[in-house]
């Protein structure tokens, strides 16, 4: 393919297991320091897709290009290794759960892929995590271990840890939605902090008032497909189609 | 009574040094045993399935005999004291491959998915992220293992190694004192399996995450 | 020397009554584990102390030695207490008491595991502590502990192996008697491992049936 791609690229999306239908035929592009949210019920494909973007959850059908390269390339395992490898180093990802490494302080934990991938020096990884952990505000807990970290903090150390590999595009998975309501907010500030710096992200949230006042665009999902698209200020206030409708007025029931 | 306790004390050290050399050969063939269940390769998933089946599934008595008595026919042979320790180490092998491989799959998935979206290779995942976790689970089970092992040396009696048991029955026989004779080598049995328990709780202290 | 397994055939009977003596010893040291795991276990928790620690002290001994020492000792020292019992008979007694000291450590976890509410709604109802012991919590504790005892009855049967050596004419005696006559251990041996492999194999084929039945009732 020579053709110009956006800086993100999905495809024809297309993700079964077994005879269940996940993602049915979604294409979409997301451009270079664009915000993107997805909402949806669970088991909508929203998480399904974001995984897909990083080759977590490989597609059954369809391509994923990432700055002009495709990301799900059908190669003998050792080239897929190497490529994949390649590629992720370039994508950030946040997992509802951190999955911090429990061995390793926050230090630790920021460090060991920089150091282990680019070669970084102890004095180099050092600053660099003291840089990345100062940015979320967990610097002061530089040499804790995550089992000593509330969930929120947890979360901040994983965004830095995601953060100090340099990423072209965040993945953020449900990033507050394992976290007690009060500890969400110190989450999202650092989320609109990459923000305000133009970082290129894609956000799987179920946080309506978030995605409304950080995303460019949000997606709508149901049942495997986009159901609909647009601005926040247009989805939120003035969906479409009956099914966003259906989906943000039982949310916002539920909110009260 | 008194004559026999040198030879019991000499019995004994054959019984630990027995048991360091099989408990070393049974790690070996364990972490070998569950790399191979572990494999993207089919053959050796095969391979290290039967492998623990097998072993599992048979007497450690006979297993010993096939290499002891058998090994001559195929153009194998060992004495006592090498049959015992081959035969015995690639049995706890089989029993440590499944402890190594339980701690190795019991790492929570998202540990797995973390480190790879960072750009690790499947050897870097393991080797910094999988492994010191679960080598942490290891240590008790394999303790077990190890405790089962020292205990399974007692089986070497029969292929004639002089190690406590053997000596114990030999006494038993002689002196027909066998509740004597068995407090005597059951002593020994519990202080190096005391001490090896010692030793291993220690060092799952020392793995664990302050 | 090479290998020849066309001796196997000649002596197939002998082998084959091995193996089922071999099940036989097996099934009856596994029944004499099973209730003697449950009393052990009942003693071990609630007798009085005079008797509790030194039976715990008993049971310590047992697991921290190997079972061959023990089967001579059974063996040899009933025989100087003038019980001259047949090998088979000691070596049933032998495997029966070291695994019902292993099964009597697995049914005290589960009684522990009873909900204590249990007891107390069974001694409200007006059941005496051994009747309650005996209809409520042991019942429920059984239970819970069928699936890893189940697991030590698979190592009993290799086990079993072991009283060969004290005469008993069972799978592994069978195969030296057959190796004593031929000069052919490598066979023979071979042979016997696959009849406990496959006994092996059924014993945790009935073991998963069981197992299943079981998670039903639960």
């Not at chain 2, 070497?156 to 004779?181: C, D, H, N, W």
Request: hydrophobic share 50%.
């Amino acid at each position: 393919m020579t053709d110009q791609t956006n800086f993100v690229e999905i495809r024809h999306a297309q993700k079964s297991f077994g005879t269940l239908e996940v993602l049915k035929d979604i294409s979409l592009s997301v451009e270079r320091g664009q915000i993107v949210g997805i909402i949806g019920s669970s088991g909508s494909g929203k998480s399904t897709l974001l995984r897909a973007i990083n080759d977590l959850d490989p597609l059954t059908g369809g391509e994923v290009w990432l700055d002009g390269v495709q990301v799900n390339q059908a190669l003998s395992h050792r080239q897929y290794e190497k490529h994949i490898n390649q590629m992720r180093q370039q994508v950030g990802m946040v997992f509802q759960h951190f999955n911090l490494f429990p061995h390793m302080t926050a230090r630790e934990n920021v460090t060991m892929a920089p150091k282990m991938l680019k070669g970084l020096s102890q004095a180099e990884a050092d600053k660099l995590a003291e840089e990345q952990l100062d940015k979320v505000g967990m610097l002061e807990r530089i040499d804790y271990y995550p089992s000593q970290l509330s969930g929120g903090q947890k979360q901040r150390v994983a965004i830095a840890r995601a953060l100090a590999m340099k990423p072209k595009l965040m993945l953020f998975d449900e990033a507050t939605s394992a976290l007690d309501p009060e500890l969400v907010e110190e989450v999202n500030h650092v989320m609109r902090k990459l923000a305000e710096e133009h970082m290129t992200m894609i956000i799987v949230t179920h946080e309506m008032d978030f995605a409304a006042s950080v995303c460019d665009r949000v997606l709508f999902m149901d049942q495997g497909v986009v159901v609909e698209e647009g601005p926040p200020s247009l989805l939120f206030t003035n969906p479409t189609q009956t099914r966003t409708r259906e989906f943000l007025r039982k949310h916002l029931e539920g909110a009260k | 009574m008194l004559k026999v306790y040198p030879f019991f004390l000499e019995a004994a050290w054959l019984t630990v040094l027995l048991s360091i050399l099989t408990a070393l050969l049974g790690l070996t063939c364990g972490a070998l045993g569950a790399a191979a269940r572990l494999s993207r390769f089919a053959l050796l998933r095969f391979l290290g399935a039967a492998y623990v089946s097998v072993i599992r599934g048979t007497p450690a008595l006979i297993q010993l005999f096939i290499l002891y008595f058998g090994g001559p026919q195929i153009g194998i042979q060992l004495d006592a004291f090498e049959a015992g320790v081959i035969g015995l180490g690639v049995n706890a092998g089989a029993y440590m491959t499944e402890t190594i491989r339980g701690a190795i799959i019991s790492i929570d998935k998202g540990q797995r998915e973390a480190s790879r979206t960072l750009g690790l290779s499947q050897w870097q995942m393991m080797y910094k992220v999988v492994l010191p976790q679960s080598a942490r689970l290891m240590v008790r089970p394999l303790g077990v293992n190890i405790n089962a092992l020292i205990k399974a040396t007692a089986l070497l009696a029969a292929i004639s190694v002089v190690e406590l048991t053997y000596t114990a029955q030999r006494y038993i026989g002689s002196t027909y004192k066998p509740f004597e004779m068995f407090l005597l080598a059951g002593v020994l049995y519990m202080i190096i399996i005391y001490v090896t328990g010692r030793g291993i709780a220690w060092l799952d202290r020392k793995v664990q995450i302050t | 020397m090479g290998l020849d397994f066309s001796v196997i055939p000649k002596y197939i009977d002998i082998i084959l009554l091995g193996c089922a003596w071999t099940i036989g010893i097996t099934v009856a040291a596994a029944i004499l584990s099973f209730a003697g795991g449950i009393v052990f276990a009942v003693i071990a928790l609630y007798a009085p102390w005079l008797i509790r620690q030194p039976f715990r002290f008993f049971e310590w001994l047992f697991m921290g030695t190997p079972l061959l020492l023990q089967l001579f000792l059974i063996y040899f020292g009933l025989v100087q207490i003038g019980i001259d019992l047949p090998a088979f008979v000691a070596g049933i007694i032998g495997l029966g008491l070291h695994f019902a000291v292993y099964n009597s450590e697995l049914i005290q976890t589960a009684i522990l595991s009873v909900d204590k509410g249990q007891m107390e709604a069974a001694r409200t109802l007006g059941l005496s502590r051994t009747e309650a012991l005996r209809k409520v919590v042991v019942p429920q504790a059984v239970r819970a502990v069928i699936p890893p005892i189940g697991n030590n009855m698979i190592a009993l049967l290799k086990d079993s192996a072991l009283v060969s050596v004290i005469g008993v004419s069972e799978l592994t005696l069978s195969a030296q008697r057959a190796i004593g006559a031929t000069y052919r251990p490598f066979e023979f041996y071979l042979l016997a491992a696959a009849c406990y492999y496959v006994i092996n194999l059924a014993m945790e084929w009935v073991q998963r049936k069981i197992e299943r039945r079981i998670s039903i009732s639960r």
